[in-house]
């Protein structure tokens, strides 16, 4: 039970996050990170006096229909809350940050929240700001079995049936919406009017919240990959090494009986993983054991089994 309350208060921060990102960073630069949000981006500049989040619902309702259709009732649920809240928390920090309706239609940044966090001088950092937290609150929800709805959606779709990692279908969805965005802002079919720079420069800046939003995402889901897979070989009895990697680094080891191909003596050859921390410490200690042994360091893209990760179950979705 504590498991599961704490996953769902982790579903609605994720989604305050995410929602955060988007009204301080994105929405009022007329930045289109792709996704539903960023398709809303773009019709709030044809439809000023709607708000994106509101936008937002039109999108995820039928989307979310797909979600527990194809994915699955549990996870269907879960997205319900989050598509469902992430508006809402969006359209209250909206109305909470601009001090009129006017200020709030124009999403002006000089008024929001005072003009404390205007970045119109500064899209750049605003567009690597917004993006990274928006990665962080979608990779918070997502981590949970649930989606944000969305590209979210969609992205998941692709990857249980056209078998592509989530973080490459949210790229490819997302650059969709880019260009719907680069039409109606970057060609001035909508309403904006941005003086600093043509529009269509924006879409440049959409690119570049998609790719950091999509590494931010893959980084928070699968945390920093950074395990290394080990072998050594030595023609040298390796025990000294062998309590190293059992009583200090508390890690086992599959100890393989092999034989040199030209020599043809017979060899031991080690097989481990361990983390990218301990790799130093662990060449130290084969210099000491062999300083003629053969070692081979290379990256496990991913680790299963007892001090890894569980292998998944058979209907259990994974995000990367």
Known sequence: MGKLIFSWINIFVGCTIMAAGFVFFINPYNIVPGGVYGASIVLHNLFPSIQVGTFGY?????LMILSVLLLG???GGRTIAAALSTPFIMNAISYLSYPTEEALHALDPTQLLG????MTDHLMLTTLIGAAVIGIGQGIVVRQQATTGGSDIV??????????????AILLVDGVVVCFGLVVIGFGVGGTEDVSQP????????????FVTSRVLARVINGEKNDKLIFVISSKSLVDLHNYIIEDLDRTATC???SGLYTKED????????????VAGLKTKIKEADPNAFVVVTDAYDTFGEGWKQLPSKNELQPE
Do not use: C, R
Request: net charge positive; charged share 20%.
């Open 256 to 258: 393989i009986k092999s």
């Open 115 to 118: 003009g404390t966090m205007d």
């Open 73 to 75: 009732s549990k996870l």
């Open 58 to 62: 039109m999108f995820d309702i039928p």
């Open 199 to 210: 529009s269509w420069h924006l879409s440049f800046y959409s690119l570049i919240a998609i």
């Open 155 to 168: 992205a998941m779709i692709l990857q249980k049936y056209a078998h592509i990692k989530f973080s490459n």
């Open 267 to 278: 060899k031991e050859m080690l097989f481990l993983v361990v983390s990218y921390k301990e």
